[in-house]
């Protein structure tokens, strides 16, 4: 069956099987290495991806489900402003996350914040916990959250950022 | 062959590539009567037992792990036969239609074993246990139970394996690639320089990738041999669920003869380990346990008794605090029963009887370096733990049952704890860990390790030492891929290794080409190999000797709270101080250890099958403090502490909160339900 939908910004049709997964179209049809398959079970949040704008594991969507949908992966977000944010606050922060669940994370942090712009520490890991993997420490993630939180409320987007 | 250093192994692919998949057992213990199979497609390979051209097994030291199942299946999810094609949906259909038939027996289990299941045994007799036992003021009798546990991260594990000129070339996660060369050189029956091993990036393996990575390298090197293909063999995650190795089960039993004033004079300790189906890394794991077992706490008298029991389950790994993490749980939720029993407060019992200089552990053992003074109470201080411990002992003598009191039931817990670093049994290694180094011409050093760095901590810890020693820029210093075809063995990056063996080892080439700096023409080249010191080896057999060449030690207060109606225990602050020599790079070393809390919290709650794995927002405020030793001096391993420390502190704390005596882990709300409601 073929499936038009739009990933990264640009309309994509694939050739797939009814019951193929979002995230083996997008590693083994389209070649996208940045969605990492873990668990095939919705739990360890390594294929996380934007559907829509809403953080989803994509290892539990089935193809027909992505037909006219807007998708965003790592690679996607990767051009954006806000992906440079956080991967700086990462550096600032000392948080090293495994790079399997790099993505997944990255894309998780931004939906938090989309949602909750200035989170509690207690939004932050609630927010976070669909990412399961154990790979890097708490307290770094959290430093690197408040640090892409504080810089994004300091610098609306699309207004030129600065302090008002 | 697209091959990325920076890429997981499920990332990689190469022209041509097949997908391999297992067969395994299923059942948990049996003999395999028949295997009957459709007609194969072309396309597909199948590769049974005796097709294997080398040695069918994997070996590690002195032991041995069969590759596969060929007629007796010792634990379900043991390999039978092996399948690559390049449709991974026609494999997976034809391995629907390969019938297996098994004439199945009872499996092995570890509570009540059997002579047959024992592995190893240690018998130890120090000082005179009998006559102290006869003249004690009072015996103090424990058992002590830990269960397995789970690694679990998103990256499964595999191997891709290729053929490039005249080599076998294998990349696949692993711990110590020089052991999949040398595994893959035996089943292939090719002389080692003929197999070279890539590492793939990993998540940080937790000391559970030392042999199993060999064991799915060997199987898709024997699918590529027989293909004459490349092939990618990369496991599910529920198939790696039930097949790769886990912290191993213990049961520990103790009596203890105190004096009259509650001083630990003699331990009766009876120790049983569960090692799986193999006993990989058995003996290091029994020794471990063993010495940690015996505990921190001075005493004249032991009788120790240990045995490594085989089971009908996958063979256990190291995983993080290997045998001295269930060591380390019973000796100090014991040592807490005790001061319990004798009516003093643990701080003050385990101050009083924690080793000191001079002291021997386990009544032989020469401690490489004693406990600084203030370790437990600067842990105290830092927790309140005084305060906190005195109140809870109060409102737990208020109480009839759990139920009374109307809010939450807290208590807190401590413990402490040592880890050493690299193997006890090292003498059994195959070769010398190395490292080399090599000062270019124009400036740059290079440093050529196997040394494995998931989180690229290690790497940057070498990089910043050899920078100090010779005064290099940081971004001069390289520090190559470890590829077996480019590097020295340099042994497992697992056992706190990479910091304290490989890092020293770079520290000493370094300062050698500081000597030979300016004598010598560039580029300067310099070896350096681990030496075994030759005075006061181990002595297994006595329980004499040096065990390992520096401890690092620390003490952890947990503080718990149990829900009064869910029962379930949430950690409200854990305090930890570490002293372990001159601490390299403090904010990593930090990370180290907050994320081996985590993982030490996670044994402590969740079983074994459960699905559950804690979500972030339980992890709770953790404090860490390192003991200042300077800038200069040795450097200790930290990884395996928290995994020694934390847990009889947590199982110590909910004893404190539900008025309940724990002595196992995990402790889950069923458990405080059952051991609360009995009487």
């Not at chain 2, 891929?481 to 497992?492: A, C, E, K, Q, R």
Request: net charge neutral.
């Amino acid at each position: 069956m073929n499936v038009t939908f739009t990933l990264n910004g640009k309309s994509v049709t694939v050739n797939a099987e009814p019951d193929q997964r979002l995230v083996q179209i997008l590693r083994e049809e389209l070649q996208l290495a940045g969605t990492k398959a873990g668990c095939y079970r919705g739990e360890c949040g390594s294929c996380s991806v934007l559907l829509g704008g809403e953080l989803i594991p994509s290892c539990l969507v089935p193809a027909f489900a992505v037909r006219g949908a807007t998708v965003v992966t790592i690679e996607g977000f990767a051009r954006t402003r806000e992906y440079a944010e956080i991967i700086h606050a990462f550096e600032e922060a000392e948080y090293a996350p495994c790079g399997h669940c790099l993505g997944g994370r990255v894309l998780a942090i931004h939906a938090l914040l989309v949602r909750l712009p200035s989170p509690s520490e207690r939004e932050i890991l609630a927010g976070l916990s669909g990412i399961r993997c154990q790979c890097a420490d708490v307290s770094s993630l959290l430093r690197a959250v408040n640090l892409v939180a504080y810089s994004r409320t300091r610098k609306p987007h699309g207004r030129g950022g600065g302090r008002t | 062959m697209a091959l990325q250093e920076d890429s997981f192994v499920g990332d990689l692919a190469a022209e041509g590539m097949l997908q391999g998949i297992v067969m395994r057992a299923t059942v948990d213990r049996g003999e395999i009567l028949s295997i009957s199979y459709p007609k194969v497609p072309r396309e597909i390979t199948l590769l049974f037992p005796e097709e294997v051209p080398g040695e069918p097994a994997v070996s590690l030291f002195s032991q041995r792990l069969p590759l596969f199942a060929e007629r007796a299946v010792a634990f379900r999810g043991e390999p039978i036969m092996l399948l690559c094609g390049p449709d991974e949906r026609r494999l997976a259909e034809l391995a629907e239609e390969i019938e297996i038939r098994y004439r199945t027996e009872s499996p092995l289990g570890f509570a009540q074993p059997l002579e047959t299941q024992i592995a190893e045994r240690r018998e130890v007799v120090i000082g005179a246990p009998d006559r102290a036992f006869d003249d004690a003021f009072q015996i103090v009798e424990g058992e002590y139970t830990t269960c397995a546990q789970e690694y679990r991260v998103s990256d499964p594990p595999g191997a891709l394996v290729a053929f490039e000129e005249e080599r076998v070339v294998v990349s696949c996660p692993t711990q110590w690639p020089f052991h999949v060369r040398n595994v893959v050189a035996a089943v292939l029956g090719l002389p080692r320089k003929r197999v070279e091993v890539r590492v793939t990036r990993m998540s940080p393996p937790r000391d559970s990738r030392i042999w199993f990575s060999s064991v799915v390298a060997a199987q898709c090197a024997l699918l590529a041999w027989k293909s004459r293909r490349p092939v990618r063999l990369l496991l599910g995650c529920e198939e790696a669920s039930a097949v790769q190795p886990r912290r191993a089960p213990s049961r520990i039993h103790y009596r203890t003869a105190l004096d009259r004033d509650g001083n630990p004079v003699a331990h009766d300790i009876d120790l049983s380990v569960d090692c799986g189906a193999a006993p990989m890394l058995g003996e290091e794991l029994l020794e471990r346990a063993l010495l940690a077992a015996a505990g921190p706490y001075q005493s004249t008298a032991y009788r120790l008794r240990a045995r490594l029991v085989t089971t009908s389950v996958p063979p256990m790994d190291a995983f993080q605090g290997l045998g001295l993490a269930q060591g380390f749980f019973a000796a100090e939720t014991h040592a807490s029963r005790i001061a319990e029993l004798t009516q003093t407060d643990p701080f003050t019992w385990k101050e009083r009887n924690l080793i000191r200089r001079n002291g021997l552990l386990a009544g032989g053992a020469i401690p490489a370096n004693y406990p600084p003074t203030g370790l437990l109470a600067r842990t105290v201080e830092l927790s309140d733990f005084a305060r906190k411990y005195a109140a809870y002992e109060m409102l737990k003598k208020r109480r009839e049952t759990i139920r009374d009191q109307g809010s939450a039931l807290r208590g807190i817990g401590l413990a402490v704890a040592y880890q050493g670093a690299g193997f006890m049994t090292r003498s059994d290694e195959p070769e010398p860990a190395a490292v080399v180094v090599r000062l270019e011409a124009n400036g740059s050093l290079y440093i050529l390790t196997s040394g494995v760095s998931p989180s690229g901590e290690a790497r940057a810890a070498w990089t910043e030492s050899a920078a100090r020693i010779l005064g290099i820029e940081p971004k001069r210093i390289f520090v190559s891929f470890p590829d077996t075809s480019l590097v020295p063995n340099s042994g497992p990056s697992a056992l706190s290794r990479n910091i304290t063996i490989i890092g020293e080892l770079v520290e000493r080439a370094c300062e050698t080409v500081v000597r030979k700096r300016f004598r010598a023409a560039l580029p300067i080249e310099v070896k350096k190999t681990l030496k075994l010191p030759r005075a006061n080896r181990w002595n297994p057999e006595e329980h004499t000797g040096l065990p390992f060449d520096r401890l690092s030690w620390a003490a952890a207060a947990v503080e718990t709270e149990v829900d009064p109606v869910t029962l379930e225990t949430e950690v409200r602050g854990i305090w930890t101080t570490v002293s372990c020599g001159r601490v390299m790079m403090e904010a990593a070393a930090r990370r180290v250890v907050e994320n081996g809390i985590v993982h030490a919290l996670w044994w402590c709650s969740s079983s074994h099958g459960s699905e559950r794995s804690p979500a972030l927002f339980e992890f709770p405020p953790i404090t860490i403090e390192f003991l200042s030793a300077g800038q200069k001096g040795w450097v200790g391993g930290i990884e395996e502490l928290a995994a020694c420390v934390i847990p009889s502190a947590y199982v110590s704390a909910v004893a404190q909160a539900t008025s309940r005596y724990f002595d196992t882990l995990p402790i889950t709300p069923e458990l405080i339900h059952r051991y609360t409601e009995e009487p």
